[in-house]
């Protein structure tokens, strides 16, 4: 089917009106007859000419007189018709001009509900990809750390039916203790299964595991904070760690959450330090849909969070995440730097950061506990995000960060893409970790 478009629109044609077409009539037929008359009045003029008989030219005369009046009242009246005929068809050029418009507009509409439908439809496979990837679950980051961590030799240990004897302890602590979740945590479980072999309540090696994961799972049972959410708005969180921990990357991932929750929220590029570490927040603050505000290389951190909440404020932003520059734990003065952004920040906006979440890289194992007590003495921690749980097997060290620092994970990164990132939640890292 042919769809007008706007060329059509153009030389949009309406039929004459009723009216039209019959002042139209009225000229053509009042011109006829002006042309007879006209005729006539010739004939007669032409016999008076011709006639010798004077009576008879009089007559003739006459009536050639009379003819031309007649005459003359049908110009006059083929002159009002044609008034009226053009009028009438101004009338109808008007309603054409006003067609022509209608279907400019008409399909004007038509183009912008076809785009309409592509930009949904656009979102809609957008959706359905990022459903589609969803991310890995916990226990899917977990895989690493069941198959070949800790937990692999201790399922070696309880699946031996063997009574449990000091021997069974020895080497259950010989496999905590390497185990990542920290050496006080090791020592601690150990104690608790020897406590009960003294009491003759460890019969053989699965109540030693039912054991373990009742520890465990009280270990990790800390109340988790919310997160995201809670201050201001703007809610303002401070993300700090060591180089390379995943900064950057948790912090795409955290905004795709957010933005995907409707929110407004904005990135400050406050590692000024490293070249390119801004246009790496770019590249995540674009794919979140996030807003970006940066300083430049080498300048001054705290100035360009202090921008970015001033923006957030002043446009009514939900949320502001600033990433800093990655820092030696070890190193006094960059954790002093680190104490004075979060000093800018609270002048800011009196009370910020309400969160400043420290990100650990859980491939460095038992370091990541030093790394999170220093943290924690400089700036004050309120919540861990974990990363890289997908690669290693060390994902017991969340159970030693849980017990050594009482400090909540709150956060898992178990990927690389941006829903890589899982809310930890402790009941399903027990089941994940022991089912
Ligand atoms: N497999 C995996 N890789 C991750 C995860 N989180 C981060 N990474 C990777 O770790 C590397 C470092 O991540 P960044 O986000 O740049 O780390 P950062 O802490 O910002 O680093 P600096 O800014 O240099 O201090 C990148 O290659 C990330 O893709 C995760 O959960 N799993
Ligand atoms: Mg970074």
Known sequence: ????????????????????????????????????????????????????DSGERARLEEQARVLKEREEEEKRAEYRAKKAADEE?????KREQAEAQRLVEDERAREAAV?????????????AKVDAEAGRTLAQGLDKTRSQG????????????????ESVLVELEEILFTADIGVRTASEL?????????????????????L???????????????????GGPPHVVMVVGVNGAGKTTTIGKLAA????????????????????????LDVWAERAKAQLVKGTEGGDPGSVIF?????????????????????????????????????????????????????????????AIQQAKQFHEAVGITAIALTKLDGTAKGGVIIGICDELKLPVVWVGVGEKIADLRRFEPREFVQALFD
């Open 150 to 165: 800790f937990m692999a030799r201790l399922n070696g240990l309880f699946g031996q039916q063997r009574q449990v004897d």
């Open 1 to 52: 089917m042919k769809t007008p478009n706007a060329l059509d629109a153009l030389t949009a044609q309406v039929p004459p009106s009723e009216k039209e077409a019959a002042r139209l009539r009225e000229v053509d037929e009042a011109h006829a007859r002006a042309q007879e008359l006209a005729r006539q009045r010739e004939e007669a003029a032409r016999a008076a000419r011709t006639t010798t």
């Open 307 to 367: 921008d970015a909440i001033k923006k957030a404020q002043a446009e009514g932003a939900d949320v502001v995440i600033a990433d800093t520059a990655g820092r030696l734990h070890t190193k006094a003065p960059l954790m002093e730097e680190l104490k004075k952004v979060k000093r800018v920040m609270d002048k800011a906006m009196p009370g910020t950061p309400h969160e400043v979440l420290l990100v650990l890289d859980s491939t460095n194992g038992q370091n």
């Open 89 to 93: 068809a101004r009338e109808r050029r």
């Open 190 to 210: 150990v104690e608790v299964a020897r406590e009960k072999l003294k009491r003759s309540e460890l019969s053989d090696s699965h109540r030693i595991k039912d």
């Open 212 to 230: 373990i994961r009742t520890e465990v799972a009280r270990i990790v049972d800390l109340p988790v904070p919310r997160s995201l959410e809670g």
């Open 115 to 127: 785009v309409e439908e592509a930009r949904r439809a656009e979102e809609a496979a957008a959706r």
């Open 257 to 280: 959450k957010l933005t995907g929750e409707g929110k407004k929220v904005i990135l400050a590029a406050g590692d000024t330090f490293r070249a390119a570490a801004t246009e790496q």
